[in-house]
């Protein structure tokens, strides 16, 4: 039996939860990867802990990308700007993925027990969010709050715009075609809102 790396587990979690979002199992996991769900509790004890896995993995990419744009540019406008718009091209290109990140509850705890996935994952989004906007220059506390809840509104419209929801009260998820002239709205609408150049 091939062994595998928690990297490549986490990958095949991650294919899997775009494939079948939170109703996936381990055995569609180890599908994915060609083998026995035996073989994933090597790395992960249950299916809590592997969603603690792969939330980590997506947040620390998108963490990592923020970083390294205001690593680039100081300007807080274009940061914010820049997170609003990573946030927008999540839930356009994959909304299984989006719902991982910013919508989904972890599996019930199965057992007392605490693995080190779910020890390490710290609350994201909002704190992150708002740690980010904190730290940029020439923004007060009262500014990085509202400029937080912006960016966190631009979440919640991505979810509203592109779920299943959407589908049933207009009868169609926001077609593609149309989903770039929304994505430029939204974020014109923001940049005057907050006076951003």
């Known amino acids: 039996m091939a062994k595998y790396t928690i990297d490549q587990v986490i990958d095949a979690g991650i294919r899997t939860y775009s494939k079948l979002g939170e109703s996936f199992t381990m055995s569609d996991v180890a599908k994915e990867l060609g083998t ?63 719902k991982l990140m910013f919508l989904s509850q972890p599996p019930p705890a199965s057992t007392d027990t605490v693995g080190p996935f779910e020890q390490k994952c710290t609350p994201r989004t909002i704190d992150d ?39 049933e009260l207009i009868g169609g998820i926001l077609p593609q075609d149309q989903y770039s002239t929304f994505h430029k709205y939204v974020l014109d609408k923001v940049g005057n809102f907050l006076n951003l150049d």
């Open 129 to 167: 969010l708002l740690r980010l906007v904190r730290g940029l220059p020439q923004v007060d506390e009262e500014d990085s709050v509202n400029l937080t809840f912006t960016l966190m509104g631009l979440v919640l419209g991505s979810a509203i715009l592109t779920s299943e929801v959407y589908e």
């Open 36 to 98: 026995k769900a035996s073989s994933l509790y090597r790395h992960v004890q249950n299916k809590r802990e592997l969603y603690y896995a792969l939330v980590t993995r997506e947040f620390d990419r998108f963490n990592s990308k923020i970083e390294n744009f205001a690593a680039d540019n100081q300007n807080p406008n274009k940061i914010i700007k820049f997170v609003g718009n990573l946030i927008l091209e999540i839930a356009r290109d994959d909304y299984q993925l989006f």
